[in-house]
Each structure stands twice: as structure tokens, then as C-alpha cells.
């Protein structure tokens, strides 16, 4: 995997493939980018592929500090760090 730094934490990710429009994987809550393997492997034959590991999770850092299920921060990075992206992103609400 490869890693970015972001305000000190290093951040993983998987890339592969090559064509547009290239599609960035987020997991949810207690996950890791192993959460989209079926997606990835598919969709890297004719796109260019991102899966994260979100702060405080896989094999990205896990600074001590407070989390919650906001993930925006690490998001918002990777969304800006390329360029004209599809998200693909797990959300997991709650049943109440």
C-alpha cells in the first residue's frame, strides 16, 4: 500500500487501474479498504481506482485522540488530493 502524510498522519491507500472518470472507495465506520476488494478489482480494469484507509484504521495511522463517525477530515483529503473523482462511499447509520 502507499501512504500520503496529512497533518502528520500517514494515510494508506490502494491504487490501480488507468481511464476516467477515476473512483475514489471510502469505507465506513470499522472498516478498511479491503471493505470494496470486489468493487476495486472490477472497476481497475477500465478506471483508475483509489481505496483508503481512513484515519484510525487498516493500515493508516492511529494517532491517539478523539474520534467519531464524522470522517469528512480524511475525506475531504483524499477528495482534494486528486483530481475530478467519482466518491464512492459507506455510510452505516444506526438502526435506532
Not at 491507500?13 to 469505507?27: I, K, Q, R, S, T
Not at 472497476?43 to 481506482?49: D, E, G, T
Not at 482534494?80 to 444506526?94: D, E, G, M
Amino acid at each position: 500500500m502507499q501512504q500520503l502524510d496529512h497533518d502528520g498522519v500517514a494515510l494508506a491507500y490502494e491504487e490501480a487501474g488507468n481511464g476516467d472518470p477515476p473512483m475514489l472507495l471510502v469505507h465506513g465506520w470499522c472498516c478498511d479498504h479491503t471493505h470494496f476488494t470486489p468493487q476495486f478489482e472490477h472497476f481497475r480494469h477500465k478506471h483508475r481506482v483509489l481505496a483508503v484507509d481512513l484515519r484510525g484504521h487498516g493500515q493508516s495511522d492511529k494517532p491517539q485522540q478523539d474520534y467519531s463517525m464524522d470522517v469528512s477530515p480524511s475525506r475531504t483529503f483524499f477528495i482534494s488530493a486528486s483530481n475530478q473523482i467519482v466518491l464512492v462511499s459507506c455510510r452505516i447509520t444506526p438502526y435506532l
